[in-house]
């Protein structure tokens, strides 16, 4: 059973910093593009920033120079270093990833973990 298990969300203030985490576990084989995604109330989920498993990264307009994604392969983990945080960058955020698992590659959920940025 593999699982997703984000952290590091919480209550800030417009301009602030906050870093979410994200870990992989069971019985993986390989983790391929990771990434974290975001859904804010009365809107669709919407893709914030991704990492290859060789490090190239994409983000979405609104959070570039901001917002810097990284990852530990060793340690099976995602990171969102989020900067200049802005009360529209309030939501639940996902951590998503491609997972193999004997020889199957699915995509895989964390349960999501709320940051508000107050103005």
């Known amino acids: 059973q593999v699982q997703l298990v984000e952290s590091g969300g919480g209550l800030v203030q417009a301009g602030g910093s906050l870093r979410l985490s994200c870990v992989a576990s069971g019985s993986i084989l390989r983790v391929n593009t990771m990434g974290w995604y975001r859904q804010a109330p009365g809107k669709q989920r919407e893709s914030v920033a991704t990492i290859t498993s060789g490090g190239s990264t994409n983000y979405v307009d609104s959070v570039k120079g901001r917002f810097t994604i990284s990852r530990d392969n060793a340690k099976k983990t995602v990171y969102l270093q989020m900067n200049s945080l802005k009360p529209e960058d309030t939501a639940i955020y996902y951590c998503?990833?491609?997972?193999?698992?004997?020889?199957?590659?699915?995509?895989?959920w964390g349960k999501g973990t709320q940051v508000t940025v107050s103005s």
């Open positions: 998503n990833a491609a997972i193999m698992t004997l020889g199957l590659t699915s995509n895989y």
